[in-house]
């Protein structure tokens, strides 16, 4: 074992994985994180906790973990490198470590443009690649960046995200080799609803042998009305929403209910794929529908290992 | 070609001025046809604004390319500019800079800079090369990821480049699949595969 999490354990053991993703608070109320912590509980196997996403300053991603963690959930905390340079990095994730968090997921970043600081200036001091190659050095040949060594083990279980759907297409499964190369033990994607592009995308990384080095789990974005179908295929760049899904919710006499079966149906259509470990369920602003997907999906209980 | 830029406007000027005896105003007529533009009325209006403010006026002059030729212009004009408390310079941020290093005299610039809008994605010309000391151009094409990527990202694209086009604008082209495409005609796709290490950033002197 890399870091005796439980996401590690679920997935080196051959279950399919359940993640959720928790969006932080733009508050200091802990009740936040602890509600949504009880909700989701026994319906996944970790919870990711963003990191100040569509860079709108909330509540950080490692005292979010450390909430989790007090509850016995298994955290992934997520760290983009707009915000930090290597200093700040490398320091915070042996804070993370140190405090119980093992699952540390690697990411760009949305640009800081987008968010309530629009005027902040991006760091970006390295890439996300890179921070999968420094937290792999650390972990396996404690060493910094800088060739020095740290005191200790740093167990940790280094995660990195796919988006299929950006571009260039046919590009990205150089890329993800270059994360699993750079150390990358699982991937968390961006959300599907696309699955032709999907299995598409999936047939290269087959042809490449990369499910055989990495655990990919899809992302899954449960949708709760027309509106939010149509801003995600209109306005959220990297998102693939194919106009038929648009078309049902727009027919269904109950949006919320067509919502949760197409995400139902698109788990289910992902569980064939091979190759596919896990699935990650980002439901923005709409925890409390995981429970009943989970459980519709067929995937309750979650393992105890 | 690509830098254009604007006036401030007339208050913010004045206030830089208002401890000003005397000025010379410095146009440049830039190296963007936009700039060129009202060149001669733009420095006429503004000369009459400052006068009305009972500053006097040493003199103007409109010049090209004060960016690189700033030592040269000011060479050329020494008689004309006389002894100003300062010069006043309508040019980019480049050509003020440049004005200032080349004179010992207060340099107030007159305009804010802009990068073309037609060539938005490639960052302006100045910004093409940070002159970082670290290149990488050999593995990207001759395209440098650190000014054409608006996350300076040395493995992108992100996951954000959609439709070709950066994820912080529609009007922005992705600089990591411009990247990708020159590589691609290039027939060098497979360098592209290879990690590019962390940048040495000591080497990379900006002046902050």
Partial sequence: ?305 | MIVIFKQKPLEEILGYLASDKSVFLLRCSGCSKVNQVDAESDLKVLKENIKDKGISITGSAIKGLLCIKAMSVLEELTESIGNPSSILVMACGLGVQSIAEATDKVVHPACNSFIDKESLGRGKREDRCLTCGDCVLEFTGGICPLTVCSKGLLNGPCGGSSGNKCEISKEIDCGWIIIYERMKKLGRLKVLMSFLSPKDFRIYKKRR
């Fill in chain 1, 1 to 305: 074992m890399k870091s005796g999490s439980n996401l590690e354990k679920v997935l080196e053991g051959g279950y399919f994985a359940v993640t959720a993703e928790v969006g932080p608070p733009k508050g200091a109320l802990s009740t936040v994180i602890k509600r949504k912590g009880e909700l989701l509980k026994f319906h996944c196997d970790a919870m990711n906790v963003t990191d100040n996403q569509t860079a709108i300053v909330r509540m950080s991603s490692w005292s979010g973990c450390i909430l989790l963690k007090e509850m016995g959930i298994d955290p992934v905390m997520q760290m983009v490198v707009r915000d930090r340079n290597r200093i700040a990095i490398q320091s915070d994730i042996l804070g993370a470590v140190a405090l119980g968090i093992r699952n540390i997921l690697c990411l760009s970043g949305d640009h800081q443009k987008f968010g309530n600081h629009p005027t902040a200036k991006g760091v970006y001091d390295i890439d996300s690649i890179q921070l999968i190659q420094t937290l792999k050095t650390m972990r396996d040949d404690r060493k910094f960046m800088c060739g020095e060594d740290l005191s200790g083990e740093l167990p940790i279980y280094i995660g990195a995200v796919e988006n299929p759907f950006a571009d260039p297409f046919e590009y990205r499964v150089h890329r993800l080799a270059k994360k699993v190369k750079a150390g990358a033990d699982f991937i968390q994607t961006q959300a599907v609803f696309d699955v032709k592009k999907f299995s598409k995308w999936m047939d290269m990384v087959r042809d490449h042998g990369l499910d055989k080095q990495v655990h990919i789990l899809a992302g899954i974005i449960p949708i709760k009305s027309v509106g939010m179908a149509r801003y995600m295929r209109d306005n959220v760049s990297g998102i693939s929403v194919p106009d038929e899904i648009v078309i049902r919710m727009e027919e269904a006499k109950d949006a919320k209910e067509e919502g949760v079966k197409i995400a139902i149906e698109i788990i289910e259509q992902l569980k064939e794929i091979e190759g596919i470990h896990g699935i990650h369920i980002m439901a923005v602003a709409w925890e409390d529908i995981v429970p009943l997907i989970v459980e519709r999906a067929g995937l309750l209980p979650r393992p105890i290992l």
